[in-house]
């Protein structure tokens, strides 16, 4: 016990030195104080060097307790122990995560991850996962690593344990705290957090709680998904104290909250699914494994086949080969399973080498066998494909575990749920030498022993076996729990009808139809949804799901066997119902092990083998069906890996022909066909560019064909008329891919609450987005202060964003422009910018560091004056901006003197400068030639006019003529071929090859390129407007000479009925426009042919509403043209 001794006297001391009986006491304390002290600092040392030299060894025998527990690595099981750092792989670890997976089968998870990722992720050595990466300026307290099961989390968490007790890494931690969330299941009594450490690692008992709170030190509780906590970080009470006892779940919530011991740090490990039970809030590093990649998949097989490198080549070409292995060769224990099996099947020169997953797993099992029953039981049999009674037995056993509990979405079991399968995990051992070999027992750290399959895989392969049994051996109760009700009634219907002889030769035509299936034949019927009813299919969405064994399965009552279809039809309809996916492996192994090939192979195991290939064939029509009907293609996405899993890989070649036929546009796709399309398409190689316009389908077709841009690197999507529910999937594909890099939404109707769902996405950590063009997307200043954020966020990656054509003002731009820092290239034509708005550019452009490279302003009345201000940014040391577009800025030559005057400040960067479509007049010109001396420096002056002052669109107004050669008979001109007028009789005109014969259309004389404005007048009850190519064909009433249903002329169609009603048109498609408020006659047209713009425009007074924009390539003039309909006329303005 210590002294606490004063160092100076208290104030109660001081007031007894006003009395004369207390000055020799007081001298006498303080000459004790001093003696004491001396004597005390002695003490003191020697009482540190002994808690030094306790918690010194209590850390050595921590260290040396975990280093014995992680040196080895089994693969498999307890058996096959491999010292870890002979063996060891580097994983692939990277920061951040991939969003939005969680509600797929793992294995699928890991095929969309294999497609997505890029070379922009961030690796993450695994010593370093507490280390703040590039960029980052924070303190990493609590990690949390996702990764699907038996993706290696476990294994790295080992190696880091290994390196710290080994003294290679993190020395800075005195201890590291061990506590898998499987044992912690098993705690049922109250802990203080001191007892709960020290009942998992008993030499913390030699030092107490302040001790163990003054030390450096790291909690890893590994395996969140398999938690029975109740973990609630709103309710439970709140602990500051280490040594106050509470639940388990209460230790850990305020852990993980901080309160309790806010100096440790925390590593949680998780399967995605599951990882959410941790808020967001808590987590301060998020980072995923991704098992192996390709390199590291190759390190691995060459280190397990270290003697026999030829062997290492032989299986490492195969898998390759082989998409579906290779992508699972990424999950370690895949590439265990995979180098057991190709590794005996290459040595003994098999000829039929596994190519499917299914194919893998049963090789697997009967290779294990038959190496065990040699080792452990002396067998001599050769023949892999024998297999013991004693190993039958044992196998069903297993495989009616795997089945129950994939039904719960249970991998971990404990010795109830042994014994409620008859399965004697002690007995099983001695009989089976496979037992030891996929299922494994692990000693908990607490008390309990916990059991699993070796890979959540082989319980799904096991379960889909158990299936195959049951069906063969008539086992009828657990059919009756699986099978659908109806597929059995329908069967037993077709049964009947087949012996009174009314069904004919269904199975060969079901056949006929599947031979006959193809998309290419199925695309070219032009059918649309209203066509084809979906609600009158056989799919199933989400409104008719039921769980595995809801009520009408558990109505079933078998009387005889049904047919083999129905069981992999319902099969099939379960693991499309199930909400995470939970069966869709086990439904591609039953499908799998349905083949001849495979039941040959467990011909000993199974009591009677019979070929399932008609069922088999019907089955192949039936996914097809579901493929086209489902209206979810990424959800469907295991439908295509079904298929491949039997060999019918039809489909894909058939979207792969369609795709390089290049005629997309010339068939009309209905929705179900667009799912099909998206689905096979997401099965398949990562896409470079995906354009939806190129695929002619309706707006619901367009909707089931957006999923595509998770799954490409350029997504065009401009001019899609995307409809409301669109917007929810595009902005959950910014958020959760890391593979976009170019996404262009112009002229769609984004607005403003649209606009927040896709900045939502913007700020995502998985989103690398470089490239959002959000031309003329009726964008407010509203708008802006999420794109702001967006912009500004540490995870953007944006360096090109056009926000051309919306109506943002001057304070759009202030609120925009202190997140332009990170751009490279920022277009805002036509946004309403004046001299205001110039002044927050110029900011931007004088920030330091500037990464700002390439602004475009066109068509802003930035005047003089807002030049004179941009000029300031543009004249700074800072500013290295390269090009600069200013056409139609109202720019004349007070405007050039002040950016050549910027241009003298800061010389060395511009590169190009627009200035046509102004008046800088020659003065001007020359004050910018003098400075810009550099031949290979690019101005534009052309269209040098007075008349190019005005603001707005006027500036480009052109003067029209119709042309009289080319009006139709019953086409009247007049007002100098300014007015066109329907007439009920025909005029007399002389034959000519341009003119119109059938159709009312006129065009005009003057072809037109360039910047060019016109407005016209109309009155009546229908008309289009619109430009056309002087080459239109003008004989015949058929779509070749129609304005608007061809490929040679574009048109905005107004139809009068007493109400408005407008319509924008191309190529016999058309956008239906909402009608304005306000009603006027007349109609703007703007042409910019080089940029490849068409846009319409009601006109009132002098304000122009924005109707609609065609984005094209303009490969010649183009001819201002009208058709004017009964009792109609147009007049140009």
Request: charged content about 25%; overall charge negative; proline content about 3%.
């Amino acid at each position: 016990m210590l002294l606490d001794i004063p160092t100076q006297p208290s104030r109660e001391a001081l007031m007894l030195h006003h009395t004369s009986t207390t000055t020799i006491f007081w001298a006498l304390l303080i000459l004790t104080c001093h003696l004491n002290r001396a004597w005390t600092c002695q003490w003191l040392h020697k009482a540190v060097i002994k808690e030094d030299s306790l918690i010194q060894r209590v850390k050595e025998k921590h260290k040396a307790r975990l280093k014995g527990r992680c040196k080895h690595l089994f693969e498999g099981n307890a058996r096959n122990e491999t010292l870890l750092n002979n063996i060891y792989t580097k994983l692939y670890i990277t920061a951040g995560e991939t969003e939005g997976l969680c509600n797929k089968h793992e294995v699928l998870q890991i095929e969309t991850a294999s497609r997505t990722c890029t070379s922009e992720d961030t690796p993450v050595n695994c010593n370093n996962i507490f280390k703040p990466l590039p960029g980052q300026d924070r303190i990493i307290t609590t990690v949390m690593t996702k990764g699907i099961a038996g993706i290696g989390k476990t294994v790295t968490v080992q190696k880091f344990i290994l390196d710290w007790a080994e003294g290679k890494a993190n020395s800075h931690l005195d201890f590291i705290f061990l506590l898998p969330f499987r044992d912690l299941n098993l705690v049922e009594k109250q802990f203080s957090l001191h007892g709960l450490l020290c009942s998992f690692h008993n030499e913390l008992r030699e030092i107490d709680a302040k001790r163990i709170a003054g030390c450096q030190v790291l909690f890893i509780f590994d395996g969140l998904d398999e938690s029975q906590l109740p973990l609630d970080f709103n309710r439970n009470k709140i602990l500051f104290d280490m040594t106050e006892e509470a639940p388990i779940d209460v230790l850990l919530t305020n852990l993980i909250k901080g309160n309790l011991l806010p100096s440790a740090r925390l590593w949680i490990t998780s399967r995605p699914a599951a990882a959410n039970q941790i808020p967001r809030k808590n987590i301060t590093q998020m980072t995923e494994v991704r098992g192996f990649n390709d390199s590291q998949k190759e390190e691995y097989f060459r280190k397990r086949f270290c003697s026999d490198a030829n062997l290492a080549n032989r299986i490492i070409s195969h898998i390759k080969t082989k998409r579906s292995l290779n992508i699972m060769c990424q999950i370690p224990v895949f590439c265990w399973i995979t180098a057991m099996v190709l590794g005996e099947m290459l040595t003994n020169d098999c000829k039929e080498i596994p190519k499917t997953i299914s194919e893998m797993y049963t090789h697997f099992v009967l290779i294990q066998t038959n190496l065990k029953n040699q080792k452990y039981h002396n067998s001599n049999e050769t023949d892999a494909r024998r297999i013991k009674e004693s190993d039958k037995e044992i196998i069903l056993k297993l495989a009616k575990l795997a089945f129950e509990h994939l039904k719960k979405s249970n991998l971990i079991f404990y010795e109830k749920d042994l014994i409620e399968c008859g399965l004697d995990i002690n007995v099983a051992s001695v009989k089976s030498g496979l037992c030891t070999e996929i299922f494994k027992q692990e000693d908990g750290l607490y008390c309990e022993k916990v059991y699993c399959f070796v890979h959540f895989t082989i319980q799904e392969y096991f379960a889909a076996l158990y299936l195959l049994y049951c069906y063969t051996t008539n086992n009828y109760c657990v059919l009756e729990s699986f099978l659908h009700k109806r597929f059995v009634e329908e069967d037993l219907e077709e049964g009947s009808a087949a012996l009174l002889g009314d069904n004919g030769d269904h199975s060969d035509a079901s056949q006929s139809d599947v031979s006959g299936e193809s998309l290419e034949s199925t695309i070219e019927e032009n059918s649309t949804l209203e066509e084809e009813p979906e609600e009158h299919s056989e799919s199933f969405d989400d409104d008719e799901a039921e769980e595995v064994s809801g009520s009408e399965s558990s109505e079933l009552v078998l009387h005889e066997k049904p047919s083999f279809h129905v069981l992999l039809k319902s099969a099939l309809h379960n693991a499309l119902q199930s909400a995470n996916g939970h069966l869709d492996l086990m439904l591609r192994f039953l499908l799998g092990l349905s083949l001849d090939s495979n039941q040959r192979l467990l011909q000993d195991l199974l009591s009677e083998t019979e070929s399932y290939a008609d069922s088999v064939e019907e089955t192949k029509f039936y996914i097809k069906e579901q493929l086209r009907l489902h209206n979810s293609p990424e959800r469907s996405i295991n439908l295509v890996y079904c298929l491949a899993e039997i060999n019918d890989n039809t489909l894909t070649e058939e979207v792969e022909a369609y795709l390089r036929s290049g005629n997309r546009g010339g068939t009309k796709l209905s929705p179900a066909k667009c799912t099909t399309l998206a689905t096979v398409l997401m099965s398949m190689e990562i896409l470079d560019e995906f354009d939806l316009k190129k695929f002619n389908t309706c707006e619901e077709g367009r909707k089931r064909l957006i999923p595509l841009i998770k799954y490409c690197r350029n997504a065009l999507l401009a001019g899609c008329n995307l409809i409301e529910r669109s917007w929810g999937v595009v902005a959950s594909a910014i958020k959760s891919t890391n593979l976009l890099r170019k996404l262009d939404l112009s002229y769609n109707d984004l607005q403003h609450s649209r606009m927040d769902l896709l900045c939502d996405g913007l700020c995502s950590q998985s989103c690398k987005l470089k490239i959002l063009r959000l031309n003329q997307c009726n964008l407010t200043m509203e708008c802006c202060s999420a794109l702001e954020s967006a912009l500004g966020s540490t995870s953007s990656h944006l360096r090109e964003l056009d926000l051309g054509g919306n109506d943002l003002q001057d304070s759009g731009v202030k609120l925009l422009s202190t997140g332009l820092q990170k751009l490279e290239t920022l277009m805002m034509s036509s946004c309403g910018i004046t001299e205001e708005g110039c002044a927050s550019l110029a900011s931007a452009l004088r920030s330091n560091p500037s990464y700002l490279r390439t602004l475009v302003l066109c068509d802003n009345n930035l005047h003089n004056s807002g030049v004179k201000l941009l000029s300031a940014g543009l004249g700074s040391k800072h500013c290295e901006l390269e090009t600069l577009r200013l056409s139609g800025c109202l720019v004349s030559m007070e405007g050039c003197a002040s950016l050549a005057s910027a241009l003298r400040s800061n010389p060395s960067h511009l590169r190009e400068l627009d200035l046509s479509y102004n008046h800088p007049g020659d003065r001007g010109v020359r004050l910018l030639s003098d400075v810009l001396g550099d031949p290979l420096f690019i101005l534009n002056v052309e269209h040098n006019e007075e008349c190019y002052l005005k603001p707005g669109l006027k500036k480009y107004a052109c003067a029209l003529t119709l042309d009289p050669n080319t009006a139709h008979k019953t086409l009247s001109l007049s007002n100098n071929g300014r007015t066109v007028t329907w007439e009920e009789d025909d005029r007399l005109c002389l034959p000519h090859t341009e003119r119109f014969n059938d159709c009312p259309q006129v065009l005009c004389r003057e072809g037109l390129t360039g910047c060019c404005y016109w407005e016209a007048e109309c009155s009546g009850k229908g008309f289009h407007v619109g430009v056309a190519y002087k080459h239109m064909s003008r004989v015949g009433k058929g779509r070749n000479c129609l304005l608007g249903y061809n490929d040679k002329s574009w048109s905005l169609r107004l139809l009068n009925h007493g109400f408005l009603k407008l319509s924008a048109w191309h190529n016999n498609e058309h956008t239906v426009i909402p009608a304005p408020s306000s009603s006027t006659d007349r109609v703007g047209v703007y042409l910019n042919s080089s940029q490849g713009i068409l846009s319409f425009y009601l006109v009132y007074s002098d304000t122009l509403t924005h109707l609609h924009t065609f984005q094209s390539t303009f490969t010649e003039p183009l001819y201002p043209a009208f058709t004017v309909n009964d009792y109609s006329s147009v007049s140009l303005c």
